[in-house]
């Protein structure tokens, strides 16, 4: 991923006090001005991984994605933390917890009767014993990208993260198209005319119990194209590839789903990178586990891998999936689970079988190359290495992806063998496979039967697929060949963005290269990722994780990656004209040349209903609490409402907290960590300042995503969250210094586009550091939660994420360092994530916390929800557990809804609420899929709900007239 601002120490510090205590997605990351926050010592393996997986900097080109690190930048990974604040303090979360949790929420029930209510309010109480309104989706369902925002400066369209697709071996008969989409955290969706201009997507996860899915198929002995079967958990080598619950069978093309039980004892708290099904015979199915965690994205949570997961490796049915047998494995890392870093050895990612003879069966290992059983080719049963990749002790285990075809009588295969450790890619065909494996591979080194097609040197033709994941391809990888020409193959990777016309400092030999394809069978290639559009070029997103053809166009591709679905259509043109005023020396010219002698004619964008966008949180405008709100993605950017189903990706780059003014509507918002922009005029794409410059060079820690809130009376004033708690009194910044000197309208740019001639923001840190050994116990990490009392100027709650909470009743003093504040939490409240504050809007002593994680881990002191009152005299406060029948499921984040006294608490699986003076919580489900909610919000001045899912966008619930006794 691209890092334009280079954040280095963002989060390290916080990670290593993560593995200190045994707790610990991707995308690119907007990353912080040109900050050298100190990379502390404490670049463990779990920092590496969180660097290779999930950002890659602060804002990648087109849609600044965030979630990947480049090397040296040790960014956390929002998914690694978010799903290990479930755990803390123990290193995992088990599948039979995490089934727990759901049956909990499943459990409650879907409205109270005047039994759960106290004394008199029984009668009254019981006609609010639910909510009679429905959530209402808000989309995006148009997910629309300004041009100013795409690193091509062509508008476009995003949805979330894609990591398989299928296409209906009948497209192009009978007047459709049919196309299956497997979303990292969305779930399913399917489309019946994917080749139209705009295709129409329908969700179709009806039966599937897990929203993070990695690999789909179609049945190749069902001519229909009407069976199919999902693989949930995603394979990729990143910590938000989340596990899922097994195997799924859909015979009606995808409207509903039935589980194959048989799949769960051997893939559970895995995911399932791969499936194949015999084409000879339907009940002969393979399928490929992977190393994976429960939480983001998915149905259920955890960072770590639990203990009796099972091992890693090929799996295979006879009896139609009623029963599996591991009949293939490998060590899969050597590092305890309970580290955390335990990564990805031993997982198959990929299984082919060989076109000409299903009996011989290919898969691709983690770590280790490519195997194959042939009893033919070799006279056994056993399973052979064919390919040995690279670096067998990478830290991550080299990811190998191929492709497997026939040409003039023999099986081809091309070969894409990497190294993230090395930060290199090399591409191999094979033109005769069908050998006996000692042909192959021999002395433990694969033999000269493959040919090495990339080269280093620049200006040769091999240089065209030298290194095209650039670094990262254990999470993007795809290696395709055209189904009925064995000399086109196409591979995906991440982006080599400093090739792109434009970059800051780059050599712009190709448009990108995030996906190449080859007619010479691999010899050079050319470049898809930007078309020939006028006046400015269509493009890809960067991070591409499969790529699928149609039958009767086989030069027609779908494109799966971070931002979505795109299709390249089947006419390409030479555009290599355009490489004399590039300014190149003559072997990049030449580079040029070959990469542009054959572009697309055209990139459609197919995400216009795609729904499947992971929001990290919500704000709404006080001042136009239902038509003016913002939120931040995972990966895809900050995006604004203004009360129409099309939504406007205000700013690129990673998405994180946001925040308003609460009188002018000035507003902030954040990349990763802290580090972020304010905007004086709205969500105008072209107006984002650049004001952070004093958090990013101050070396906290904190958190992959920050808390940043808006102060709820002073405007002008926000606070922000690292080490210390930081303020602001005039949004960060004079505002005629910002707008000239630190103003960010470069997508492709390192730094912002101002003349940093000063600094950018005035931020402050306010008393003393809130993770200080000083406080006593639970030290370390950073500050989580910050909320504001909006009936004075003054009192300010604080969280960190071991569990401390804090309150001041001067967060207001002019000067900074005067401001103090008091812990409150003791040995008897909950030494895990504070996941929420709401305080009592007429009191400011009185506020409600929740708490993630899991009672199971801490059951001395168990509690998921707690009413809290603070003694300003005494310094200390009283807790009274709330959490009732919630049942132990991890909650997210808690509101007071103050026109009723009710609380909301969202988790994993949906929205709870326990009206006022009722003993039991209810289930607010109507209209809202089961999907994880990270963020609650009741905006002043609206009587509404807010949700941010985490991978089917905003909802909202309008909360009636409390008058009406219909709430």
């Not at 190359?369 to 033919?376: E, K, L, N, T, V």
């Not at 269509?538 to 971070?562: E, K, Q």
Request: hydrophobic share 35%.
């Amino acid at each position: 991923m691209k890092t334009r601002f280079l954040v280095i120490g963002i989060a390290v510090a916080a990670i290593a006090a993560a593995i200190a205590i045994s707790t610990s997605g991707g995308g690119s990351t907007k990353t912080a001005a040109p900050v050298a926050k100190a990379a502390s010592s404490a670049a463990s393996a779990v920092d590496q991984e969180r660097q290779r997986e999930q950002a890659a900097g602060k804002r990648e080109p087109k849609e600044p994605v965030h979630e990947r690190s480049t090397p040296g930048g040790h960014v956390a990974a929002a998914a690694a933390e978010q799903t290990a604040d479930r755990a803390y303090p123990k290193p995992y979360v088990e599948t039979s917890r995490a089934l727990a949790a759901s049956a909990a929420y499943n459990g409650a029930p879907d409205h109270l009767n005047a039994s759960d209510f106290n004394g008199q309010s029984g009668p009254n109480g019981a006609r609010r014993g639910s909510v009679h309104t429905l959530w209402k989706e808000l989309g995006p369902y148009t997910p629309s990208v300004p041009g100013a925002v795409t690193y091509t400066g062509a508008p476009s369209m995003d949805s979330g993260r894609v990591t398989a697709l299928a296409v209906d071996p009948t497209c192009g008969q009978n007047g459709r198209c049919r196309v299956w989409v497997a979303a990292a955290g969305g779930g399913v969706w399917r489309t019946e005319d994917g080749t139209a201009a705009h295709p129409t997507w329908v969700g179709s996860s009806s039966g599937i119990a897990s929203r993070a899915v990695g690999s789909i198929v179609v049945d190749p002995t069902d001519p229909s194209g009407n069976t199919l079967y999902v693989g949930t958990g995603e394979p990729n080598g990143s910590t938000d590839s989340e596990a899922g619950v097994g195997l799924y069978r859909s015979t009606d093309g995808g409207q509903h789903w039935s589980w194959v039980e048989g799949a769960y004892p051997v893939s559970h708290d895995r995911s399932i990178g791969s499936i194949a099904v015999d084409p000879t015979n339907a009940r002969h199915i393979y399928i490929g586990t992977d190393l994976a965690r429960h939480g983001m994205a998915s149905t259920y949570g955890g960072r770590r891998t639990p203990p009796g997961a099972p091992t890693l490796g090929l799996y295979e049915s006879t009896d139609g999936g009623q029963s599996f047998k591991l009949v293939f494995s490998r060590p899969g890392s050597p590092n305890p689970p309970a580290t955390g870093a335990d990564f990805f050895q031993g997982g198959v990612h990929q299984i082919a079988l060989d076109p000409a003879q299903p009996a011989t069966v290919y898969l691709s290992m983690f770590g280790y190359g490519i195997w194959r059983r042939s009893p033919a080719l070799d006279g056994n049963s056993a399973f052979h290495q064919v390919f040995v990749t690279r670096n067998p002790s990478d830290t991550f285990g080299d990811r190998t992806a191929f492709a497997i075809t026939r040409s003039k009588g023999h099986t081809r295969m091309y070969v894409g063998d990497s190294s993230d450790d090395d930060a290199i890619s090399i591409l191999y065909r094979n033109d005769h496979a069908d050998q006996p494996a000692a042909a192959l591979v021999a002395a433990g080194a694969n033999t000269a039967a493959w040919h090495q097609l990339s080269n280093p040197t620049n200006g040769t033709p091999g240089y065209t697929s030298y290194n095209y994941c650039e670094g990262q391809c254990g999470y993007d990888d795809p290696v395709s060949v055209d189904p009925t020409n064995p000399d086109i193959v196409w591979l995906g990777g991440q982006m080599a963005y400093g090739e792109i016309p434009g970059a800051e400092g780059g050599t712009p030999r190709s448009n990108g290269r995030a996906v190449v394809r080859s007619t010479n069978a691999g010899v050079s290639f050319t470049d898809m990722t930007q078309d020939v559009g006028t006046p400015k070029p269509n493009g890809l997103h960067p991070d591409i994780h499969a790529i699928v053809f149609t039958p009767t166009a086989p030069v027609r591709a779908f494109i799966g990656s971070d931002g979505g679905v795109t299709r390249i259509g089947d006419t390409f043109v030479d555009h290599s004209s355009v490489c004399s005023s590039r300014g190149l020396a003559p072997a990049d010219l030449q580079d040029c040349r070959r990469f542009l002698a054959a572009i697309p004619t055209h990139i459609a964008q197919l995400n216009d209903g795609l729904r499947t966008l992971q929001f990290q949180g919500v704000t709404a405008n006080p001042q136009h609490p239902l038509t003016d709100v913002i939120g931040g993605t995972q990966d895809n950017g900050t995006w604004a409402y203004s009360g129409s189903p099309t939504w406007m990706e205000s700013i690129g780059g990673d998405g994180g907290p946001s925040a308003i003014d609460v009188t002018t509507g000035v507003r902030q918002h954040t990349y990763t960590g802290t580090t972020g922009d304010v905007n004086f005029h709205g969500s105008d794409p072209n107006t984002w300042d650049y004001n952070t410059q004093p958090m990013d060079f101050s070396n906290e820690a904190s958190a992959f995503y920050s808390p940043l809130i808006a102060d709820p009376r002073i405007s002008g004033t926000m606070f922000a969250g690292m080490q210390h708690v930081w303020r602001t009194k005039d949004n960060g910044g004079n505002q005629a210094q910002l707008d000239a000197h630190c103003y960010d309208r470069n997508p492709l740019g390192n730094l912002p586009s101002g003349d940093h001639t000063i600094v950018c923001g005035d931020w402050v840190a306010l008393g003393a550091d809130l993770t200080d050994p000083s406080f006593g116990d639970r030290a370390g990490q950073y500050v989580v939660q910050l909320a504001r009392a909006p009936s004075d100027h003054s009192t300010l709650w604080a969280a960190t994420r071991t569990g401390r909470l804090f309150v001041s009743a001067n967060a207001d003093a002019a000067d900074p360092t005067k401001v103090t504040f008091h812990r409150v939490d003791t040995a008897s409240t909950p030494g895990r994530f504070i996941s929420g504050i709401t305080v009592d809007p007429t009191n400011p002593n009185h506020a409600w916390v929740s708490y993630s994680g899991y009672d199971a881990y801490t059951p001395s002191t168990p509690g998921h929800v707690f009413d809290v009152r603070y003694d300003p005299g005494t310094k200390k406060a009283t807790f009274t557990n709330m959490s009732a029948n919630i049942g132990d499921q991890p909650v997210t984040d808690v509101v007071f809804d103050q026109a009723t006294g009710d609380l909301y608490v969202s988790t994993d699986f949906g929205v709870l609420r326990r009206a006022s003076e009722s003993r039991r919580w209810h289930r607010v489900n109507g209209g809202l899929p089961p999907v994880a909610v990270y963020d609650l919000v009741i905006p002043r001045g609206g009587r509404v709900l807010y949700a941010a899912t985490h991978g089917r966008g905003i909802y909202r619930l309008d909360l009636q007239d409390p008058h009406n006794n219909n709430n």
